[in-house]
Structures are given as structure tokens and as C-alpha cells.
Nanobody
Framework: QVQLVESGGGLVQAGDSLRLSCAAS?????MGWFRQAPGKEREFVAS????????YYANSVKGRFTISSDNAKNTVYLQMNSLNPEDTAVYYC??????????????????WGQGTQVTVSS
């Protein structure tokens, strides 16, 4: 069982930056970030394959968000720049045990964090 602990959410203004962190208690193959806005489905944001593998981004965040990892700390980060009100959501960290080729779907993930709120005001 892997536990994920997220941090870094908050209230910011449009154009600001924010960095989310997700600390994992065990080894995983891939880690990702998803988000869920009120009344909407949880959607994919970004993911990476541990150990220097590929990264993947949703079109809506490409060029603004960056996912990275610190293997020594077993932590994954999501650097979010140029935030806009449409980015407002609860952001969830997720971890996958299986070696998926493109870990961008919810069903591919085995463990989930509790979520952290990101609110972007206009």
C-alpha cells in the first residue's frame, strides 16, 4: 500500500504561479496529477514515468505546467505557471504500480491522494 500526501494548494490571482508537491510512501512506476472542478469529471493534468521516463500533459496545461520528481525524496511536483480561473479545481496526486506506456487515464492508477484545493481568482 502506497500513501500519497499532497501539499501546496491555495488561493492565487490570475497569472500567478503555484507548486504542488506529492510525497509517496513507497515505490511506484508512474505518478500523475488529476484535477476536478465543481460539477465536472476528474481530468488528467500531467504524469511522468519514474526513473527518468517520459512526461505527459493535457493540452490545456501544456507549456504552463511542469511535472518533475525528486527520487531521493520520493516526491513529485507540479509547477503551475500563468494560472487562470479555469485552473481552479481540487488537484489529486496519483500513483501507478503497473508499467503503462502512457499513464494518462484514471483507471491506470492504483493510489490516490486526498486532494488539495487550487483557486485562481480573476
Amino acid at each position: 500500500q502506497v500513501q500519497l500526501v499532497e501539499s501546496g494548494g491555495g488561493l492565487v490571482q490570475a497569472g500567478d504561479s503555484l507548486r504542488l508537491s506529492c510525497a509517496a510512501s513507497g515505490r511506484t512506476y508512474a505518478m500523475g496529477w488529476f484535477r476536478q472542478a465543481p460539477g465536472k469529471e476528474r481530468e488528467f493534468v500531467a504524469s511522468l514515468i519514474r526513473g527518468g521516463g517520459s512526461t505527459y500533459y493535457a493540452n490545456s496545461v501544456k507549456g504552463r505546467f511542469t511535472i518533475s520528481s525528486d527520487n531521493a525524496k520520493n516526491t513529485v511536483y507540479l509547477q503551475m505557471n500563468s494560472l487562470n480561473p479555469e485552473d481552479t479545481a481540487v488537484y489529486y496526486c496519483a500513483a501507478a504500480r503497473t508499467g503503462w506506456t502512457r499513464p494518462i487515464y484514471r483507471y491506470q492508477y492504483d493510489y490516490w491522494g486526498q486532494g488539495t484545493q487550487v483557486t485562481v481568482s480573476s
